[in-house]
Nanobody, 124 residues
Framework: VQLQASGGGLVQAGGSLGLSCAAS????????MGWFRQGPGKEREFAAA????????IYTDSVKGRFTISRDNVKNMVYLQMSSLKPEDTAVYYC??????????????????WGQGTQVTVSS
């Protein structure tokens, strides 16, 4: 699977931003999808994941209630809608694909394919 993330940019604290990830190359609906992020000087961390059908999602605690992950299996797209953004959300955001295993995973090492990342900067 080839993944291409887009939609990053500069936004003020409290604002909103939507990220997109386009997938190609294999049957998109065979994959659970995740968003990860890596802030300046920080380790990569899990943000959100969605299962192959879109029927199940999980979020890290720091983004719950503010971020929404979704997908469109017809368009081969996964999205991350972010609202009430905080400066600590500043990071490079990556989309990742994991062959469906029945349980959503938060460990990036368990994901099979990665996009190139898109920068999100939240100013205070």
């Amino acid at each position: 699977v080839q993944l291409q993330a887009s939609g990053g940019g500069l936004v003020q604290a409290g604002g909103s931003l939507g990220l997109s990830c386009a997938a190609s190359g294999r049957t998109f609906s065979n994959y659970d999808m995740g968003w990860f992020r890596q802030g300046p000087g920080k380790e990569r961390e899990f943000a959100a994941a969605i299962n192959w059908s879109g029927g199940s999602t999980i979020y890290t605690d720091s983004v719950k209630g503010r971020f929404t992950i979704s997908r469109d299996n017809v368009k081969n797209m996964v999205y991350l809608q972010m609202s009430s953004l905080k400066p600590e959300d500043t990071a490079v955001y990556y989309c990742a694909a994991q062959w469906y295993r029945g349980t959503l995973r938060i460990d990036g090492n368990e994901y099979d394919y990665w996009g190139q990342g898109t920068q999100v900067t939240v100013s205070s």
